[in-house]
């Protein structure tokens, strides 16, 4: 439309040398001017332009509505571009927002352990020292601060033997636990003074190096198992001491009545009457000696490695001795006491100490005697078995007699040591305890020993011992 309405002015302003002509046109033969032809040309000129001026406007309207078109289409397409790119930005501000809380919580959580982990490490009641591949400290809790007086700012990044010169570990030591990654553990005592356990155990994490000390005072707990040991030894003591003087009292007192028999003028006594009290304190004379000989071969006996022996032997060997010591205050003796032996054919022998397994024997032997002399059944014979048999890896002794049963708060504290003291009803009391017996079992030997009882029908003691 453009190009028409170029040309037509093109037209118009080449033609500009034909105005005379066209001047003439407008004029008559007078030389009056024709406005009616005037009229008619600018009517039709005007018409052309107007109708060139509208065809020119429906075409920039058409090209404009195209383009609104296109830029509504553009506007849309940027709105929704918009709305994408703004719902993609929410969502991830919403991503955003959850990944800050989550770090926040993470954030509290991690605050809260280490306040957490910080408050049992300050409220351990021993020594916490860490430190690093280069032997600095990392960590020292409360306990160190009040044991050695330093506080945790002080020595935090310091030399361990610069902050703790007193501590009782060498570089040695500390780096040969970092190399095996092992876990060591030192003690360390001033004797009667003070007594530590050091545990030394270094970091299992990949990137982390260092090791953990920890110092713990255990003076007051080891002098009380010293007290408590020496309580033990005491009780042994007392408890052996305690036998030993029954087993002499009895041959003693039988030695003394016969010697106040002898306080008779000699022509007032029998002579079967002297015979007969000369014997008794010969032969109570002889049992006395063979425990006091008993009580020193056990004594010169002790110490040494353990060594082979046959279990049947010691039995025999022990009731030999049994024969010669044992009786009970009703005069009732060892040797009159039916005894049966069931002892397997073939029986290995046991690593062992053959005195220490005597005086067990003894022991028990000694317990069944005086229950038999308390035993007042109609028609009882006092009998003691005693069988022997192997089984896997272990030698089972069985001693059982049928005299008067434990009862049940007996067989609770008949390995339990005894105390003569005000309290005890007799010295026999002794008699019902076997607490050396079992400590020599269960501690020297390693085996086992325990106790079936009923009060009317007797008591089996079972004795094991391990082959290896």
């Known amino acids: 439309m453009k190009s028409i309405c170029i040309g037509l002015w093109a ?65 849309m397409g940027l709105e929704d571009r918009v709305q994408e790119r703004t719902a993609t930005l929410a969502e991830a501000n919403k991503a955003l927002e959850g990944e800050i809380n989550e770090h926040r919580e993470t954030m509290s959580r991690l605050q809260t352990s280490q306040g957490y982990i910080k408050s049992i490490v300050d409220s351990m009641p021993l020594m916490l020292i860490g430190l690093n591949e280069n032997m600095e400290i990392t960590q020292w809790n409360s306990s160190s601060e009040n044991t050695t007086g330093a506080k945790r700012e002080q020595v935090l990044g310091k030399n361990l033997w610069e902050a703790y010169p007193t ?57 009380a198992e010293n007290r408590l040991i020496e309580l033990d030894k005491m009780a042994s003591m007392g408890e052996l001491a305690a036998t030993m003087a029954i087993d002499v009292g009895a041959p003693l007192q039988n030695i003394m009545q016969s010697l106040k028999c002898l306080q008779t003028p000699v022509e007032k006594i029998e002579k079967e009457n002297f015979q007969q009290c000369i014997s008794s304190a010969l032969e109570n004379g002889q049992q006395a000696d063979a425990i006091m000989q008993n009580l020193v071969a056990f004594s010169q006996s002790q110490g040494g490695d353990l060594q082979l022996a046959s279990i049947p032997e010691i039995l025999d060997h022990t009731i030999e001795l049994a024969d010669r010591v044992l009786s009970n205050a009703a005069g009732l003796k060892f040797r009159d006491v039916t005894l049966e032996k069931d002892y397997q054919g073939s029986v290995s022998r046991v690593p062992c100490q053959k005195a220490e397994l005597q005086q067990v024997f003894l022991g028990i032997f000694r317990h069944a005697i005086h229950a038999l002399g308390e035993c007042g059944r109609e028609d009882f014979v006092p009998t003691i078995s005693v069988s022997v048999n192997e089984f896997y890896d272990a030698i089972w002794i069985k001693v059982n007699h049928n005299g008067k049963g434990l009862t049940a708060e007996e067989q609770q504290t008949i390995f339990e040591p005894f105390f003569l003291n005000d309290t005890s009803p007799k010295v026999n009391t002794a008699m019902q305890r076997l607490s050396f017996a079992h400590f020599v079992v269960t501690e020297h030997h390693h085996g086992h020993m325990a106790v079936t009882s009923d009060v009317d029908v007797g008591t089996t003691f079972h004795v094991q011992m391990q082959l290896r």
């Not at 050091?198 to 713990?216: A, F, K, P, R, W």
Request: proline share 1%.
């Open 11 to 75: 037209f118009f302003l080449c033609n500009t040398a034909n105005a005379s002509l066209i001047s003439a046109y407008f004029k008559d033969e007078d030389g009056h001017t024709k406005w009616q032809h005037v009229a008619n040309f600018s009517g039709s000129v005007l018409i052309t332009l107007l109708s060139i001026t509208l065809i020119s406007l429906f075409f920039s309207y058409r090209n404009t509505r195209r383009a609104n078109r296109a830029l509504n289409e553009i506007r």
């Open 167 to 223: 501590i009782t570990l060498s570089p040695e030591q500390i780096q040969d636990v970092l190399k095996n990654k092992s876990t060591t553990t030192i003690k360390h005592s001033q004797r009667g003074q003070y007594y530590f356990d050091m545990t030394l155990y270094s970091l299992q994490g990949n990137s982390d190096v260092g090791i953990v000390i920890l110092l713990e005072d255990v003076t007051k707990r080891v002098k």
